[in-house]
């Protein structure tokens, strides 16, 4: 059995994630979303609610599960024995970072990362723009699927609490 890893911090799941996923599910037998937090980043969304809403955008797709870690990304690979790691890749100034893990996680534990390109649509879509246009108002529908739109809408509507 073929797996493959698409982790990140998915604050929210977008649509240009989805596609990645999508794709990525054609060429795995399974494809897990790993939902990580990211120690450079902070969050608008708990752990648990991003899980909630990455699980309500891929229950289309049959090979793909939802799944947490606290650890490093290489170390559950190895405990779910899960040989690639799949990202994707909007442009060339995604790539610095990206090679940068691809090379560190190949290196501590032997773990391959391919780079997906992402749709040419999707290039400027990220999860922290989606979450500064909804702050403001802004319209994001075409961006992230209904149930990540409901929740950002709910947060707006709250002053970005809960
Ligand atoms: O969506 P992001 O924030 O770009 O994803 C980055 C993420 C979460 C994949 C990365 O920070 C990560 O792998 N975190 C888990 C801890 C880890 O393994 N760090 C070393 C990376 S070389």
């Known amino acids: 059995m073929r797996k493959a890893v698409c982790p990140g911090s998915f604050d929210p799941i977008t ?23 990211n120690s450079s980043k902070t969050g608008l969304f708990s752990i648990e609610e991003r899980i909630e809403m990455a699980k309500s955008a891929v229950s289309h797709i049959p090979n ?17 024995s899960i040989g690639a790691i799949v990202k994707g890749l909007r442009a060339v100034s995604d790539f610095d970072y990206e090679l940068q893990m691809a090379q560190m996680n190949l290196q501590l534990k032997g773990v391959d990362t391919l ?6 649509a999707y290039s400027f879509l990220s999860s ?18 209904a149930g990540v739109l409901k929740e950002l809408k ?3 509507a709250n002053g970005g609490k809960n």
């Open 15 to 37: 649509n240009g994630h989805i596609d990645v996923i999508e794709r990525a599910s054609g060429l795995f037998d399974e494809v897990v979303i790993a939902v990580l937090s």
């Open 115 to 120: 780079l997906m390109a992402t749709k040419p």
């Open 154 to 156: 709910s947060r707006a």
């Open 64 to 80: 793909v599960r939802v799944d947490t870690w606290s650890g490093l990304l290489v170390d559950y690979c190895k405990a779910n």
């Open 128 to 145: 922290s723009l989606v979450r500064e246009i909804a702050r403001y108002g802004g319209d994001v529908s075409s961006l992230v699927p």
